[in-house]
């Protein structure tokens, strides 16, 4: 069964959501929704309101997002921001993440094994075509 939020709760994402929560502290968004400071802050140590308040924000980002987009390209250049180049082109798919692996250890024996595992598999194949 999906979770469900409290009209309180989408009233204290609807605060939370908002630039610099409009400049509110804790204590004023739960006082504004009518809880205690400790409850929104046990809301905010839960996934699911997180998850919701996450896409509140987006939500409330969505159309300005073409402008920050067009921005962008600017900041690289003018500042010289390599890491705002490489939010640029993850968003663009022409970086993927590096990972790397570690081979460390005898590999022999694990191929070795691996590859007695394959006959075994085969002749146990043939056998029952065989049966």
């Known amino acids: 069964m999906a979770k469900r939020l409290s009209e309180k709760q989408i009233a204290a994402i609807e605060l939370l ?15 504004e929704v009518g809880i205690s400071e400790r409850q929104l802050r046990n809301w905010r140590n839960d ?3 997180n998850d919701q308040l996450k ?11 073409p ?5 962008v390209p600017d ?21 993927t993440e590096k990972l790397e692996v570690d081979n460390k ?3 022999d024996a694990d191929t070795s094994a691996i590859k007695a595992e394959i006959e075994r598999m085969r002749k146990a194949k043939a056998e029952t ?3």
């Open 17 to 31: 959501a908002r630039p610099k929560m409009d400049g509110k502290t804790y204590a004023q968004i739960a006082e």
């Open 47 to 49: 996934d699911y309101f």
């Open 55 to 65: 896409r509140k924000i987006v939500a409330n980002t969505i159309d300005r997002l």
């Open 67 to 71: 402008e920050v987009m067009q921005a």
């Open 75 to 95: 900041i690289i250049i003018n500042e010289g921001n390599a890491a705002m180049l490489r939010t640029l082109l993850q968003a663009h798919g022409m970086l």
């Open 105 to 107: 250890g005898n590999n």
């Open 129 to 131: 075509k065989d049966s």
